[in-house]
């Protein structure tokens, strides 16, 4: 998941809206919210708040540590002497 995506998904929890557009992540002023025609000003306003408080930095960081624990735990699996890896071993992954 890209950190454009992610910011999507959470103003869209809130606000009908078509995309998002982030011109440069460390400068918010260059982010664009595409509204849908149906959006109230409340839920423009709370999109709007969503954008306010996403910070980029830390969305990484999540991710970062995520995709390590990921790593972490496949060598775990892996390091399983007779282990037979199941689907939802791969579902633990993030690969299926």
Known sequence: MTITSLLHERIESVCPI???SLGSH???STWRINFR??????QR??????????DVATEEQKFLKAEGDKRVFKANLL???NKTV???DLLDLGLL
């Open 79 to 81: 390091a399983q002497p």
């Open 18 to 20: 078509s995309g998002v």
């Open 45 to 54: 306003a709370a999109a709007q708040t969503v954008l306010d408080a996403f």
């Open 86 to 88: 199941t689907i939802q």
């Open 26 to 28: 460390n400068d918010k």
């Open 37 to 42: 025609p149906e959006a109230t000003p409340v």
